[in-house]
């Protein structure tokens, strides 16, 4: 298996809705990353778990809360979100810790904040 | 100087003809440079990568040479196609962070 994998595709939630996206890779990759991007826009990173522990918080608001429950798997819980929060998030895994490996993404979730 | 630029912002070439692409960095350290594809609704995808230890790369019709004197490295784009067409991002690896930092993009039309 050579993928990344994300659910849901799509994703709409009103502003005091509480949902999580979800990742999956089995390539046996130890680091994992959350990122958005607006239209048009380089992915922007929000964290990173290496060997499933935090190790990069981009000063991302509280309301985005990341979970790896293992080395396989990682979650972005969501709540109270804004508006301007509507974007693609995408999840990528690279081999080993981070630095130096390639980066694989996932399709990503495409979230609107109505 | 974890910053890079990224040029053009946007490119349109006749199918056939050649695409180049631009992009310059800061961080002398930084040893690893990717490029990314992204075509519209889709996920960014790994095209080619280079590290410091060579010049240049090449994958068919594509290739990319890093200039780490200059801090800049390129993509070259051969005998464009319109399945070419695509936002093409170039990265590097802050040295200091391990985190990519991407350029801003370019958009890439190619006209049959």
């Known amino acids: 298996d050579t993928e990344v994998t994300q659910t849901p595709k799509h994703l709409v939630m009103g502003m005091t809705n509480k949902k999580s996206l979800k990742c999956e890779q089995h390539?046996?990759?130890?680091?994992m990353y959350w990122y958005k991007q607006k239209a048009k826009k380089p992915p922007e990173l929000m964290f990173v778990?290496?060997?499933?522990?935090?190790?990069i918080n981009e000063s991302v608001p509280s309301r985005f809360s990341p979970e790896c429950p293992n080395s396989s798997l990682l979650n972005l819980h969501l709540h109270a979100l804004q508006p301007e929060d509507s974007a693609l998030y995408l999840c990528a895994s690279s081999q080993g810790g981070t630095g130096g490996y390639e980066q694989y993404f996932g399709p990503g979730t495409r979230l609107t904040v109505t | 100087g974890e910053n890079v630029e990224q040029h053009p912002s946007t490119l349109s070439v006749q199918e056939g003809d050649s695409a180049v692409i631009k992009c310059t960095y800061s961080d002398s350290a930084s040893n690893y440079f990717p490029w990314y594809k992204q075509e519209l609704g889709k996920r960014p995808q790994l095209i080619i990568d280079i590290r410091s230890n060579v010049g240049e790369k090449k994958d068919q019709r594509i290739a990319v040479t890093l200039n780490k004197t200059a801090k800049h490295f390129s993509l070259h784009i051969t005998e464009t196609q319109p399945e070419d067409s695509a936002v093409y991002f170039c990265a590097h690896l802050a040295s200091n962070t391990g985190k990519l930092i991407f350029g801003q993009g370019t958009t890439l039309q190619v006209k049959p």
């Open positions: 778990y290496s060997y499933e522990k935090l190790s």
């Open positions: 390539m046996g990759h130890r680091a």
